[in-house]
Every structure is written in C-alpha cells, then in structure tokens.
C-alpha cells in the first residue's frame, strides 16, 4: 500500500506540463519540492475546456459587476465554460488539503490577474483573479489556496504549510494534532477549549474551520514550528 501523504490541486504548468497559452511551461522549484512530498492533483481549467496549445489570449472583464472570460480574438465568450467545468471538477474530486494556482492567468490566478472593463481587451481595470480560482475560493474558504508567486513570502509559505499538514493530519487521523493543539493551547487558551470540545464530539468540518481561522493568527515562528511537528520534519 502506497503510504498517505498530503493531497493537493496545482495548475499543470507548475509542474513542468507545456500547456501554457504559448506552449511552455512555468516550472517551479518549491512545486516541484512539494510535488515530491505530496500527492498531487494536476489541472488545467483552459485546456479542459477545449482551449488548444498554443492558444489565442483570453481576458477576464467585468460586466455588471461580475467577471466574465472571453478570447478577444475569436470573439468566443467562455465564461460558462469555465463555470460549468470549475464546478464538475471541484465536485468530482476526493478530499483535498490544498492548491497551488498559477499567477496571473485568467483561469487559476489567485493574485494578479489582469482585468479590464471590455471583451476585447483594451481598457484596463486592475488585477483580480481568475475564474477558476474564484470557484475554489468560494468553496474552500480559509484553506491553503495560493499561487507560486505569493509562496516567496516566508510567512505566507508558513502559513500554507501549517495548513496543508493540519488538514492531511485531521483527514488521516485526528490523533496526530496533539502538538498543534498544545501550541494553540498556549497562544489562544479560549480557542483551544472550544477545538477540544468539538473533537470530542467528533465534529471535524468545527475542527477544521476553527484551527485554519486561528492559524492565520499565530506568529510565523510559530506557523513554522507547527509545520515541522505535524510533518515530522523536526
């Protein structure tokens, strides 16, 4: 039997695949290092949808508020597309501890992707995400959902780690979670009795969101200090 390790969604093109919009890659160091120590989902929303490699640019605008996809070139709206597979594939998959998005694209960027106020690309808006990554942060509020470029961030790496160790130790056996409760114990005593009271009620979906809510409030020593006890890396 295969040993359980932490499960995660990444874009496709972090791990080396060439499925970009220009037929390259976007390989990364600390995907690749993640990708060894994890189990690990690859996904690419735009070639899901029957987008080719290489491939015409497309753009998320803002109509009425909401944001839509389209490629300027072929004047093709892809916006329920996109919905429609965003929507079968977060549902279709098993239970997941986080993902890893691209930056900036129209489909997976978590942080800096471009927007503009027209289909056609022209008149710029400001940065904002993609669509695809908008689903899962819908359906996946408070958990490690980041893109390559805001993992640079040592806290923020930190925190994300913290969080997919958490959410693989409480899938795989709630046991594990005893140094982290200790620690919470000493930084948020009023926190830390109401996780116990819900694990022993064996409510894990109360776990869950309590410890991920209250990890993003802990010093970076201390996100570090959990990563490593729940890991096993110290």
């Not at 491939?55 to 892809?78: A, F, G, H």
């Not at 709630?174 to 009271?197: A, H, M, N, Q, V």
């Not at 776990?207 to 006890?229: D, F, M, Q, S, W």
Request: glycine content about 6%.
């Amino acid at each position: 039997m295969q040993p359980v390790k932490p499960r995660l969604v990444v874009s496709a093109c972090l791990l080396g695949e060439r499925v970009r919009y220009d037929g390259g890659s976007a390989e990364d160091e600390f995907v690749l290092e993640l990708s060894r120590k994890c189990e690990v989902i690859p996904v690419c929303p735009e070639v899901s949808i029957g987008l080719g490699v290489p491939r015409d640019r497309i753009v998320v605008y803002i109509e009425e508020s909401k944001p839509r996809l389209t490629q300027p070139s072929t004047s093709l709206d892809l916006t329920e597309r996109m919905e429609s597979f965003s929507e079968n594939f977060l549902s279709s998959l098993p239970q997941v501890d986080g993902f890893v998005l691209k930056s900036k694209s129209p489909s997976c960027g978590v942080s800096r992707t471009k927007t503009y106020r027209d289909p056609e690309g022209k008149m710029y808006r400001g940065l904002g995400k993609g669509l695809f990554a908008l689903e899962v942060l819908k359906r996946y509020p408070h958990y490690p959902v980041e893109d390559e470029i805001r993992l640079r961030d040592k806290r923020r790496r930190l925190l994300f780690l913290a969080k997919v160790y958490f959410l693989y130790s409480l899938r795989v056996n709630s046991d594990r979670l005893g140094p982290l409760l200790e620690t919470l114990k000493l930084w948020s005593p009023i926190r830390y009795r109401r996780i116990t009271r819900l694990l022993e009620r064996r409510n894990l979906e109360g776990v869950r969101k309590a410890v991920l809510v209250a990890l993003e409030n802990l010093p970076t020593g201390t996100l570090r200090e959990i990563y490593l006890k729940l890991s096993g890396s110290s």
